[in-house]
């Protein structure tokens, strides 16, 4: 599985971004699981609510079903030229059994519907 996202440096400006280590206040369980994961690759960096909302939902769906997940970032020049290749175009958007999930709408409903 492949969860492309994007993140953005910190702004003033940005009210629906949340810093990845704040969510220990708010939510201490996905907070230390996804900084446990993937703190490196985006240490610093703030996600949108989309974004921040995919990226729970595809840890937790990876998770129940077993399968290994890889998070991509498009703001760093590597993983946009990878997801380039792989024809992603949009984020968020998920790789998931062959086939991509564009968006948060299609993502929740493979999560939903695997439930």
Known sequence: MKLF???SSV???LE???EMSLHTFCDPETATRASEI???KLK???LSEEHSVALQKVIEYARAQGEKLEVFDVSSATDRIRALRLGVFRTPTLI???KPFKG???ISRLV???E
């Open 5 to 7: 996202i994007r993140s």
């Open 11 to 13: 702004s003033s400006g």
């Open 16 to 18: 629906t971004a949340k």
């Open 38 to 40: 993937y703190g490196s």
């Open 44 to 46: 610093g960096r703030v």
């Open 96 to 98: 998931a059994h062959g």
């Open 104 to 106: 948060l709408t299609e």
């Open 112 to 114: 939903e519907r695997t």
